[in-house]
């Protein structure tokens, strides 16, 4: 089983990232898949999901509206489309596949908002 990011770097406020995250070994069109994002310190916190048939997207209030996520069931890919960014958004971002007992992680990505 892998998920591995991509996409993550270094961006002026006010810029958009794109974070992509590819699937394997696993069936990933079953899976809800999730991005989450971890700053030094402190806790890892959800910032958004898509359950396996795209027919229900969660964002946390502080990415509402800014930030999109989508996903290709034959690519086996989810992606996090990240406009309007701001410096509180820099932090390591992970991808998640969750199903029954089943729970993936990536190796993360780091996203820096900084002028």
């Known amino acids: 089983v892998q998920l591995v990011e991509s996409g993550g770097g270094l961006v002026q406020p006010g810029g958009s990232l794109r974070l992509s995250c590819t699937g394997s070994?696993?069936?990933?069109?079953?899976?809800?898949m999730s991005w989450y994002r971890q700053v030094p310190g402190q806790e890892r916190d959800l910032v958004a999901f898509i359950t396996s048939d795209s027919g229900l997207k969660y964002y946390a209030d502080t990415v509402r509206g800014r930030f999109t996520i989508s996903r290709d069931n034959v690519k086996n890919t989810v992606d996090l489309q990240m406009n309007s960014l701001k410096p509180e958004d820099t932090a390591v971002y992970f991808c998640?596949?969750?199903?029954?007992?089943?729970?993936?992680w990536g190796q993360g990505t780091q996203v820096t908002v900084s002028s």
């Open positions: 070994g696993f069936f990933f069109g079953l899976y809800k």
């Open positions: 998640n596949a969750v199903r029954l007992d089943n729970d993936f």
